[in-house]
């Protein structure tokens, strides 16, 4: 199936930046209700001091309750690798359901290992209340939602449209910022490009929101852009950039790149939906694979 969207649904689209780790979530509400959904939200983490806070997320509920809004939907665009997802802190205080690509199972297999998790850690996704295939739709309030899988930086990437609206996760930058890496597990550069591709053929008037900025070039921090912006513009793929050209300038470029500095604990939130490991003695710990990454 194909996603087709409605051009003439606008949702209305709230940014919320969190500096730590140069994430942009967002508030997507139904301009014909007062339904909305939460794309990509952040659990704070004091690594160094092993030590979580809710500071990004109370952000996000305090302005759903403010506005009297209902939350439908928590979207994780991918499995980040970067922060620790907030979902289940704003699903637990808002309700709405916690959905990711159906490849999450891919990265669950594939962490799994990583953390040599046991038997009792499911790798059917279950942890999540829904898992999307390519082409599927889901309604935000009276908006229908539609997804198209874009793996290449990880295999569940998915980016969600709602009418001009697409949330494209990592699967682009903002023009002069190109493109995220592809070298994690699961991760290829020749598949990236396909699935840009894939979000080029969009309307050229469609809004594009990225997950991450990091203002390049010393120019301040900014998250939307069109589709037009990126054809024309984007120092990766713009301009009719062929593969074989991309693929050569992304593997040279990742095999440059250090690990996110959150890598460890992110994907073992991350790959169950964000929920922290049960306690033992009263505390909850985090693991260190050595050589695992
Ligand atoms: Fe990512």
């Not at 991760?187 to 594009?208: C, K």
């Amino acid at each position: 199936m194909t996603c087709k969207p409605d051009l003439t649904m606008k949702p209305e689209v709230t940014p919320f930046f969190d500096p730590a780790t140069n994430t942009i979530s967002y508030v997507v509400k139904d301009p014909g209700s007062e339904a909305c959904a939460v794309v990509d939200s952040v659990m704070d983490i004091d690594y160094a001091a092993g030590r979580i806070s809710y500071e990004s997320a109370d952000r996000i509920i305090a302005f759903i309750r403010e506005k009297a809004l209902r939350l439908e939907w928590l979207i994780e665009t991918h499995v980040h690798a970067d922060h620790l997802s907030g979902a289940p802190y704003i699903q637990a205080a808002l309700g709405g359901k916690i959905g990711i690509g159906r490849n999450i199972t891919v990265v669950q297999e594939t962490f799994g290992k990583v953390f040599n998790e046991g038997t009792e850690f499911q790798r059917d996704g279950s942890q999540f209340d829904r898992l999307f295939e390519d082409g599927d739709s889901y309604r935000i309030g009276a908006m229908t939602a539609c997804t198209i899988h874009t793996p290449g930086h990880t295999p569940a990437c998915m980016t969600h449209v709602i009418g001009d609206a697409a949330f494209v996760g990592d699967t682009l930058f903002m023009p002069d910022g190109g493109s995220a890496r592809a070298d994690f597990p699961g991760g290829d550069a020749g598949t990236l490009y396909d699935s840009i591709q894939r979000v080029l053929a969009l309307s050229r008037e469609t809004r594009l929101f990225m997950c991450h900025d990091y203002g390049p070039n010393g120019r301040d921090i900014a998250w939307e852009t069109t589709v037009g912006e990126q054809r024309d513009h984007n120092i990766h793929v713009g301009q009719g950039r062929s593969r074989e050209d991309f693929v050569a300038m992304r593997e040279a470029r990742d095999a440059t790149l250090k690990m996110p500095t959150l890598i460890i604990p992110s994907l073992q939130v991350n790959m169950k939906a964000g929920e922290l490991p049960p306690e033992e003695n009263g505390k909850r710990f985090l693991k260190v694979p050595l050589g695992g990454l």
